[in-house]
């Protein structure tokens, strides 16, 4: 178990529970200091900051670095994180959405480069850009 994870703080509790309401869709800490204020509910930015790390080393949320002008988005995976499972990103250009995409091909494209051309492609890393059916 990590250390950090061995002290469950009120505050910790509220923002796991937080992460467990926007399961399945992607968040970044503004959205979470900003829910929390909306709420009245006392927790500081460095505390969200500092448990979403936490939560990352203990393998609960994934953490998305898309590029250097968009902050990092998490999203919470619980237990069984995506262990085994291929998922490459779409990040739409207008509105900066990020979307999960699990496509058969796309993993023919990672086995392909690593047979052929000797090189591991990391799918939670990997981003395409282009403009989503909603910005179309």
């Known amino acids: 178990m990590n250390e950090r994870s061995r002290y469950k703080t ?3 509790e509220t ?3 937080y992460c467990r309401t926007v399961s399945g869709s992607h968040f970044t800490a503004g959205d ?3 829910y ?3 709420q009245g509910t006392a ?3 460095s505390t969200v900051y500092r448990q979403l790390e936490s939560m990352v ?3 609960i949320i994934n953490k998305y670095i898309i590029d250097g002008n ?3 988005c998490f999203e919470y995976v619980g237990a069984d994180a995506h262990e085994g499972e291929v998922c490459f990103h779409c990040k739409c250009e207008k509105c ?3 979307i999960h995409l699990h496509c058969d091909e796309l993993e023919e494209i990672q086995s392909h480069l690593l047979k052929e051309h000797q090189f591991k492609l990391d799918p939670l890393r990997t981003v395409f850009y282009g403009i989503c059916d909603q910005c179309r």
């Open 43 to 45: 927790i500081s930015q």
């Open 10 to 12: 009120r505050q910790r």
């Open 96 to 98: 900066g959405k990020l």
């Open 36 to 38: 929390f204020r909306s």
């Open 15 to 17: 923002l796991l529970a």
């Open 70 to 72: 968009s902050p990092a």
């Open 32 to 34: 979470v200091c900003a």
């Open 57 to 59: 080393d203990e393998g």
